[in-house]
């Protein structure tokens, strides 16, 4: 069977920064099950939860969406996203599923809306390429950073622009990713010159620490 989309949540079951992190809930709802509402919403062909932690798997089936438990080492810290979604392509292979994009929702980005997957599959069908989302830095440019060497510290040549001036640059997001499915077998992930699907600030936000946790939790009791 071909399918346009295929959605991938991948939801380890360990993290570094936030212990059981996917199962943590933000708005009254753990993170990975937000993001299988999310993938519902957009009617994606096919949807899975792609975890090595049986927890996690079994709320999945719970709730009657797609789930594959991963091999164990690709649950450690060194395994790439890459390596994940390689070997989920093989197995859809092996399960007669063939696709044309791979949406990946990460869990850990809780305030991205139907819109954002919807416009980036737009993006990919519209010229062919992958796509990845992204925020603008704004007033964390490079050209306003600095940089260290030897026991001295410099900056850019551009470093006293105004903001209007500076080039406009933009840092992935983590949100949304739409794969073409030879990015995903050439393990070309994340895209090296993927189309931008640009969103803003409040809908960018990524989980890595308690504190991001904290703020999450917050923003969500606020604007719920």
Not at 149 to 163: E, I, P, Q
Not at 172 to 196: F, I, Q, T, W
């Amino acid at each position: 069977m071909i399918v346009d989309c295929v959605g991938v949540i991948p939801a380890r079951g360990g993290s570094k920064g936030v212990r059981r992190k996917n199962l943590r809930e933000v708005g009254g709802i753990s993170l990975v099950e937000r993001a299988m509402e999310l993938s519902d919403r957009c009617g994606l062909d096919e949807s899975f939860v792609n975890t090595d932690d049986r927890e996690i798997y079994d709320r999945a089936i719970l709730r009657d969406h797609g789930a594959y438990l991963r091999r164990e080492e690709l649950g450690s810290d060194e395994a790439t996203m890459a390596e994940v979604l390689s070997d989920f392509s093989d197995k859809l292979d092996v399960w007669g599923l063939d696709y044309r994009w791979m949406v990946l929702l990460q869990p850990t980005s809780p305030f991205r809306n139907s819109s954002d997957v919807l416009g980036c599959i737009e993006l990919a069908d519209r010229y062919g390429d992958s796509v990845t989302s992204v925020v603008d830095v704004g007033e964390s440019h490079p050209d306003r950073m600095y940089y260290r060497f030897g026991k001295s510290y410099g900056n850019s040549d551009d470093n006293n622009s105004n903001r209007q001036t500076l080039t406009r640059l933009y840092l992935r997001n983590g949100a949304v990713y739409v794969l073409s499915k030879e990015d995903v077998c050439n393990r070309n992930v994340p895209p090296v010159r993927p189309r931008l699907y640009v969103m803003p600030p409040e809908r960018s936000f990524n989980i890595d620490t308690e504190f991001d946790m904290e703020l999450a939790q917050a923003w969500a009791q606020r604007n719920k």
